[in-house]
């Protein structure tokens, strides 16, 4: 029996620690948690994590220096960063470091959900989101039913992905940050529009999965 991928939580913060672990867990994931960076480089070896969310700001230092010392030990572990800045230098201060992705707080953990995925099967492990016969390629950005490919455009592939990793309701306002993440003023009849043409493909393609508009919430694929 395969099991699921297991992630490495370094995060200082208890609430957000808690919050992760039970989130990524409900979207497929095993999840093992940490609060310092000395902590993470203890346990890394024995826990063998697919990979690692690493807060930047730890009590005992910068997460970015905790990725060198996880690289210098020999571990290719794929590691996303989490951090309250955003800058373009500090993103790539983030790579230059040895990371492989960079979630900025706040943030959706649909996203981070979709990054995880993308780092694991870039990493040879299978980042793919499945959903009975419909699976998304998280690196291709691109959506298979039994092996046939959908015609969507990247704003119907992000919903979708939001509505799969979710593996429950998903809020209008979440998938509204989901499907337009660099815009502030996307109105709420756009989503129901692009959900409507995501829906009519979904249900010309046989064997997807549909989509559910849950009153007053959202909508959800199942």
């Known amino acids: 029996m395969v099991q699921e991928p297991l992630i490495m939580v370094v995060e200082d913060d208890a609430r957000l620690r808690s919050l992760l672990a039970r989130g990524l867990r409900r979207a497929g994931f095993r999840a093992e948690t940490v609060g310092t960076g000395g902590e993470a480089l203890q346990r890394l070896g024995t826990v063998g994590p697919d990979a690692v969310v690493l807060d930047v700001r730890l009590p005992d230092g910068d997460g970015r220096d905790i990725c060198q010392a996880i690289r210098e030990r020999g571990h290719d572990v794929p590691v996303v960063f989490l951090s309250g800045h955003g800058e373009l230098a500090d993103r790539l201060a983030g790579f ?3 990371g492989d992705d960079y979630v900025t707080k706040p943030f959706m ?35 298979f039913i039994d092996g046939t490919r959908l015609d969507l455009t990247l704003t119907e592939f992000r919903l979708l992905a939001s509505l799969c990793a979710a593996q429950g309701v998903v809020r209008r306002r979440d998938l509204l940050r989901a499907g337009w993440p660099h815009e502030s003023m996307v109105r709420e009849n756009t989503l129901d529009a692009h959900i409507a043409r995501l829906r009519r493909k979904l249900r010309d393609a046989e064997g997807a999965p549909e989509i559910t508009t849950v009153a007053g919430v959202g909508y959800s694929l199942g």
């Open 109 to 143: 953990l649909d996203e981070l959900v979709v990054r995880l995925r993308a780092v694991i099967r870039r990493a040879g492990g299978n980042g793919d989101i499945q959903a009975g016969g419909l699976r998304l390629d998280t690196e291709a950005l691109a959506a």
């Open 96 to 98: 230059d470091a040895g």
